[in-house]
């Protein structure tokens, strides 16, 4: 079992010739087609289908982060209605990645891109992704779905805080 304070960091392991697919499969913990694929490339990336998590408590600052958080929801999701009414949840979303990814957002600062700016784009791709999935896992819970027009069930969807997605 993984504690909170263990990195999950990707890294690129090159992989000798003469091991077989079983062997790759046993060393590394991956797929038959992975330990395949990896075999005919030489190489293989490990944890690549896992969450980076890289921490820097001492580099992570709650209130920066909140700031930075609101300032990307303002700036990028205002204006759409879906983002509106799930704001605390975008909001605390984008937080929770800048937590997990503040080791890898400071070594990647440099003179013309400053930790700051990583911190947006980190809370922006976080806002970004969670409303996506939000919107594709609810466009679908429609209560009086079986008594819509059959001609109006691929029509144009529109989304309403109060009843949520509706067919027009």
């Not at 929801?73 to 509106?84: D, E, G, S």
């Amino acid at each position: 079992m993984e504690t909170a304070d263990q990195e999950i960091r990707r890294e690129k392991v090159l992989i000798p010739s003469e091991m077989s697919r079983t062997e790759i499969m046993q060393k590394y913990g991956v797929s038959p087609s992975c330990a395949y694929a990896a075999m005919k490339k030489g190489w293989l990336i490990k944890n690549y289908s896992r969450n980076q998590i890289i921490i820097d408590r001492d580099h992570f600052n709650p209130a920066v982060c909140y700031s930075i958080a609101k300032q990307v929801f303002w700036k990028k999701f205002r204006w759409n209605p879906v983002a509106i009414s799930i704001k605390e949840d975008l909001i605390q979303e984008a937080v929770s990645l800048m937590f997990m990814q503040s080791g890898k957002i400071k070594a990647g600062a440099n003179e013309k891109y400053n930790d700051r700016y990583g911190f947006w784009w980190c809370a922006y791709n976080a806002m970004l992704a969670y409303l996506k999935k939000w919107i594709n896992q609810t466009e679908h819970d429609v209560e009086l779905q079986d008594e819509l027009h059959p001609m109006m069930f691929n029509g144009n969807r529109r989304w309403s805080p109060e009843y949520g997605w509706g067919y027009c």
